[in-house]
């Protein structure tokens, strides 16, 4: 498990590092870093789905965004591969066919802002050639929501489709005590037929085995 280890006024700028045997059991802190030699903050991983590679991204002491590969261990880093104007709140996921997406949104603090999804013209991440999709939400403050991952899940009927589901937070709109309250919010990515589109509508409820159909 990697995550961000700061201070109260993001000084700090560390990944942290602790190991498991299994999820719900203990984890062990292994070290603090600042992978590459690089101040980081908002971070993620992403395990590639084809080919077995880990990586991370994160905001390089926000002023843009570097991706690396994660060592075999998934301990530490291997150098960064790949920098991109600054963004947070990023996660990273790729389609069977090959394709790398990322969503991510803009530094305004807790507060929402317009998402941004992008899709790779590259075949690596090494040099990805984002392309902008724009915000799928068609929304100024995307439901409310900042990406914290994205997973790819296949419903239990066999004639539905497997898809890709946006996890994000809710960090000062979930209840009246603002970020003390902070939630999450969970939505299926629409790929429009039209092999360009993808979309995130908002909706007040949905069926995980059947996310486009009628409740």
């Known amino acids: 498990m990697w995550f961000h280890l ?3 006024n993001y000084k700090y700028r560390r990944a942290g590092v602790a190991v498991s045997a299994a999820p719900a059991a203990a984890f062990e802190y292994v070290h603090a ?3 590459d030699g690089i101040p980081s903050l908002d971070m993620s991983l992403f395990l590639d789905p084809l080919d077995g590679q880990a990586y991370f991204i994160r905001s390089c002491d926000n002023k843009y965004a570097g991706i690396s590969r994660l060592a075999p261990d998934f301990l530490n880093t291997t150098g960064v591969i790949s920098t991109h104007p ?3 709140g990023m996660a990273l996921f790729r389609l069977p066919n090959g394709t790398f ?3 991510t949104s803009h530094l305004t ?6 998402l941004m999804l992008f899709r790779a013209a ?10 902008s999709l724009g915000n799928p939400t068609g929304d100024g403050t995307s439901f409310n929501s900042q990406p914290t991952y994205v997973v790819r899940y296949t419903p239990k009927d066999a004639s539905v489709a497997p898809y890709f589901i946006y996890m994000a937070d809710n960090w000062v709109h979930a209840g009246p005590d603002g970020l003390i309250d902070a939630g999450y919010i969970w939505l299926p990515f629409n790929f429009h037929d039209d092999g360009v589109t993808v979309s995130l509508e908002k909706r007040t409820g949905w069926d995980i085995n059947n996310p486009f159909g009628a409740l």
């Not at 590259?122 to 392309?131: H, I, M, S």
């Open 6 to 8: 700061d201070d109260a």
């Open 33 to 35: 870093l600042q992978p």
């Open 86 to 88: 600054v963004f947070e």
């Open 101 to 103: 997406y990322i969503i």
């Open 109 to 114: 603090g807790w507060n929402p802002n317009p």
């Open 122 to 131: 590259g075949k690596t991440l090494d040099d990805p050639q984002w392309v």
